[in-house]
T-cell receptor, first 118, second 109 residues
Framework: NAGVMQNPRHLVRRRGQEARLRCSPM?????VYWYRQLPEEGLKFMVY????????ESGMPKERFSAEFPKEGPSILRIQQVVRGDSAAYFC????????????????FGEGSRLTVL | QKEVEQNSGPLSVPEGAIASLNCTYS??????FFWYRQYSGKSPELIMS????GDKEDGRFTAQLNKASQYVSLLIRDSQPSDSATYLC?????????FGSGTRLLVRP
């Protein structure tokens, strides 16, 4: 299955620790989006990346959160010094091109990484 | 702040009925709109897209778009218990999708 792969699926951290979430886009896709979903809420856009570039990070909190999509390897969403309010499901989605996104709207989503902060 | 608004529900309909889900958006620059379905604990999956004013039908699903009113809707005919899920409306904004908070649909057998 060459779908969007996220890991870990579940992650438990204590307050103050770091969380690293990984996303490998669908084969052939070079655009990655991260969304956060709080319980019983919709998907909130966080960041849009292409290889080695952050295109739009308007949804990222100003502190403790960072994202990268290196030339080789998966995209990583990093949360430093986690707090209980960071507990959520973090979804990664990929598309082939931004033009394709507008044409089809098909963001291919991973199964999500569920972060629990104790 | 570009927003997409939906009633959270739950919307409860009997099996076989028509379920009507609605959505409004604030970004007049949005050109493309999408409905995603999300089962509990699962990832969203695309079920309908619509780009032009009017109706678009696909099987039991009909999407409707009115750009003048900034309004999008999804009709599900002959609702089945398996349609019970959260339905997320999304619109494009600057090469990304902005999602509404979702409407939970419950189809009673």
């Amino acid at each position: 299955n060459a779908g969007v792969m996220q890991n870990p699926r579940h992650l438990v951290r204590r307050r103050g620790q770091e969380a690293r979430l990984r996303c490998s886009p669908m084969k052939g896709h070079s655009h990655v989006y991260w969304y956060r979903q709080l319980p019983e809420e919709g998907l909130k856009f966080m960041v849009y990346l292409q290889k080695e570039n952050i295109i739009d990070e308007s949804g990222m909190p100003k502190e403790r959160f960072s994202a990268e999509f290196p030339k080789e390897g998966p995209s990583i969403l990093r949360i430093q010094q986690v707090v209980r309010g960071d507990s959520a499901a973090y979804f990664c989605a990929s598309s082939g091109t931004s033009g394709e996104l507008l044409d089809t709207g098909e963001l291919f989503f991973g199964e999500g990484s569920r972060l629990t902060v104790l | 702040q570009k927003e997409v608004e939906q009633n959270s529900g739950p919307l409860s309909v009997p099996e076989g009925a028509i379920a009507s889900l609605n959505c409004t958006y604030s970004d007049r620059g949005s050109q493309s709109f999408f409905w995603y379905r999300q089962y509990s604990g699962k990832s969203p999956e695309l079920i309908m897209s619509i780009y032009s004013n009017g109706d678009k039908e696909d099987g039991r699903f009909t999407a409707q778009l009115n750009k003048a009113s900034q309004y999008v809707s999804l009709l599900i005919r002959d609702s089945q218990p398996s349609d019970s899920a959260t339905y997320l409306c999304a619109g494009d904004s600057s090469y990304k999708l902005i999602f509404g908070s979702g409407t939970r649909l419950l189809v009673r057998p």
